[in-house]
């Protein structure tokens, strides 16, 4: 199957290896300069307690963003990845965000903060970081969503664009994809999702516990240079990092042009599901950084 037509039968394209190996090992050696890889990036037991609010704890777009440090031409004006984006957001889409993720392994999670990041396991890391290194988000695996949830108030009509810049193996938290789970549109996280059956790669996924259909999901270990893309709408999560080494990837959140009006490739992804295309209504409870709170009461409910 071509890409553009695994992006709309399936919500996904995966690239293979389109991102110069060279140019993608010469980012992470100059990324692993930036700072200590190691506990040290944790703020202490006391500063938690003493305030365990995680204001800021994103880069933003123009905000405390190491990715924006860089010169990324390698990767945004590569011609594959431009061909593509063209057909699926049209001729002048834009970077909503861009920046880079860390799986962050579970030897340098500080002991006394273990039983706490493994309750949330899944959760960004950011809050427990020190605030001069929250340039970068940092997880141990997530769960699975849609990157809707990233940007409440937005349509949905942009795409995450990813790179791994080193080789990535199951235990760094690698990407777990959902094919088709597009179809149903936007629906609420904590997702309803049942049966996962890791051997059989398949997944029970519906609207709710009465629509459920199974998919296929899809775990993408894969070498340096590799670039996936999803639309936002579809699931997706990572698992979480066993490997002692640290997964450092660029995410990029490329977004249609709100002055164009043409149906672009995006928009017949959308308008294909069943299911609404935004969340927002009287919700604010979906973002990422807030999510184990979702989960929480849910279960009080
Ligand atoms: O790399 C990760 O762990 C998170 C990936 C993801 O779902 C995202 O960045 O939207
Ligand atoms: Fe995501």
């Known amino acids: ?23 993608c090992a010469e980012l992470y050696e100059d990324v692993l300069k930036t700072r200590d890889w190691s506990e040290n990036l944790f703020r202490s037991q006391e500063e938690v307690e003493k305030d365990p609010k995680f204001d800021k704890a994103n880069p933003g777009l123009g905000v405390f963003n190491l990715a924006e440090k860089y010169d990324l031409s390698f990767i945004e004006d590569n011609e594959i990845v431009k061909d593509h984006l063209e057909r699926i957001l049209g001729l002048d889409y834009e970077i909503l965000l861009k920046k880079f993720i860390c799986g962050v392994p579970p030897n340098w999670v500080p002991k006394w903060l273990m039983p706490e990041a493994t309750r949330k396991v899944g959760a960004n890391m950011g809050r427990w970081i020190k605030p001069e290194y929250r340039d970068i988000t940092y ?18 009509e942009y795409v995450t664009f990813y790179v791994y810049l080193d080789d990535v193996d199951i ?11 597009h179809m149903y ?18 997944i029970d996924y519906g609207p709710d516990e009465n629509h459920m259909t199974t998919l296929n999901t899809k775990v993408l270990p894969a070498e340096r240079g590799y670039a996936f893309l ?11 990092q066993t490997s002692d080494k640290a997964r450092i990837s660029l995410r990029y959140t490329f977004k249609k042009n709100d002055n164009n009006k043409k149906n672009e490739l995006i928009n017949d992804l959308l308008n294909s599901s069943e299911g ?5 209504e009287g919700r604010d409870d979906i ?3 807030t999510f184990e709170q979702v989960k929480f009461d849910k279960v009080l409910r």
């Open 139 to 156: 997880f141990r695996g997530l769960e699975y969503h849609q990157d809707l949830i990233d940007h409440p108030g937005q349509t949905g």
């Open 276 to 280: 609404p295309l935004t969340t927002e």
């Open 287 to 289: 973002n990422l950084e």
């Open 1 to 23: 199957m071509d890409h553009i037509s695994s992006f709309i039968e399936n919500g996904i394209i995966e690239f293979g290896p389109i991102i110069d190996k060279k140019k």
């Open 171 to 181: 235990g760094m938290s690698a990407l777990n994809v959902v094919a088709k789970s």
């Open 230 to 240: 999803w639309s936002s709408i579809t699931l997706h999560g990572t698992r979480p």
């Open 185 to 202: 549109g936007a629906t609420m996280f904590p997702h309803c999702l049942e049966n996962e059956d890791k051997e059989a790669c398949t």
